[in-house]
């Protein structure tokens, strides 16, 4: 950008001036010191050639533990899938993942085909170990996000009932690729959490360069009950990279439950230009408070200010520079990887290659210690 006159220098300043301000203020209510931090202890790349019984092995959005086996969903529309997977590792060390069976979700049901399956998260129903997936639908062909219930085989079971304002046709307005996008089973047992990626339109912008009020929501469904029960807000963080082309996004890819109400929340945004560089992925812990159920309101804009804990476990970048690759990639969901010898809990996230459809990416998967504070 080039100003030949003192008009343009001053506007040139200004605009400058004025973004560095927005974007050096804080993003986030002050921060408690979270209950957990996570270290790194390795990197993993799935192969980008990797196939299974003629499926190409990617898109790879959501991943859970099940009786030392690993299910991992691919968000591919023509042919939802979950492969089930097992992880080999020593002395801290990731050796391999095994790619062991293929299960299609039955897409032709009768139910269903009306239903246009974006897979992007599931869970495992802790009683009969059928699988629960998110899909986002396709809003703008007005398809309906959906939670579907599959068998162990990939059979249709049922479906679970979404709040209005989640339609296609709603009046709140969701966004297309900006909807159900996370799963996770609740610590009790008896239910289960899904959130969207993206604020509903009547919900607030999505997240910019400066802090926006950009609210999520969180949906509480029982088992016993294919209707949502509660729901509560969460506020996403700005953008923090300034993109080298007019493109960015910031969105929740992951959940995971802690205790009764706390929730670790995977962050995912990007900013078109920047390389390997391009993803920034933070992991937060947030306490849910149960001051005001949202799941009756069509909008959130004029919610009342809350207290919000919403605290920094950690930022990717930050170890970015131990990983072989030197990459944070699309990564967009994570779980409880295998016990280690001293006690500790693992975490598991896996990255989103997108097929390789838009840049070259990584099938990446990376392990983290889970240390308690």
């Known amino acids: 950008m080039l100003f030949n006159n003192s008009k343009g220098k001053l506007a040139y300043i200004l605009f400058f001036t004025t973004l560095f301000l927005l974007t050096s203020c804080a993003s986030l209510p002050p921060s408690k010191t979270p209950s957990l931090k996570l270290q790194l202890l390795d990197e993993y790349i799935i192969p980008a050639d990797s196939q299974l019984e003629n499926t190409a092995i990617g898109g790879l959005s959501g991943i859970q533990q099940n009786n030392n086996a690993y299910y991992l969903i691919s968000d591919d529309p023509q042919t939802p899938r979950i492969y089930e997977a097992h992880l080999f590792t020593s002395a801290k060390q990731i050796d391999s993942l095994s790619f062991n069976e293929v299960i299609l979700l039955d897409k032709n049901n009768p139910l269903l085909r009306k239903v246009f399956l974006d897979t992007e998260d ?192 950690l930022d990717l970048d930050d170890i970015r520079d131990q990983l072989p690759s030197k990459s944070i990639d699309n990564l967009e969901g994570f779980c409880y990887g295998p016990t280690l010898e001293n006690g500790n809990k693992t975490l598991l996230l896996i990255a989103d290659n997108n097929f390789n459809s838009f840049m070259p990416q990584l099938n990446q998967l990376l392990w983290f210690e889970i240390i308690k504070k």
């Open 122 to 313: 599931l869970i495992i129903h802790p009683t009969n170990k059928e699988y629960i997936i998110v899909s986002e639908g396709n809003i703008d062909n007005k398809k309906d996000p959906s939670i579907i219930q599959f068998n162990e085989k990939g059979k249709f079971v049922r479906k679970y009932e979404i709040p209005s304002h989640f339609t296609a046709n709603s009046s709140s307005r969701p966004r297309n690729n900006g909807v159900f996008e996370a799963i996770t089973v609740s610590t009790d047992q008896k239910g289960f959490w899904v959130a969207n990626e993206l604020p509903l339109k009547a919900d607030g912008p999505k997240p910019k360069l400066y802090q926006t009020k950009s609210l999520v929501r969180f949906t509480y469904y029982d088992f016993e009950n294919t209707k949502p029960q509660q729901q509560f807000s969460y506020p996403l963080g700005r953008i923090k990279k300034i993109p080298n082309v007019p493109f960015s996004l910031n969105g929740l890819t992951s959940i995971m439950a802690l205790a009764k109400n706390r929730v670790l929340v995977l962050e995912r945004a990007f900013s078109a230009g920047k390389g390997k560089k391009s993803h920034r992925v933070v992991i937060y812990e947030y306490v849910l408070h149960h001051n005001t159920n949202t799941l009756e309101k069509e909008s959130l804009r004029k919610l009342r200010k809350q207290h919000v804990e919403k605290n920094l476990v």
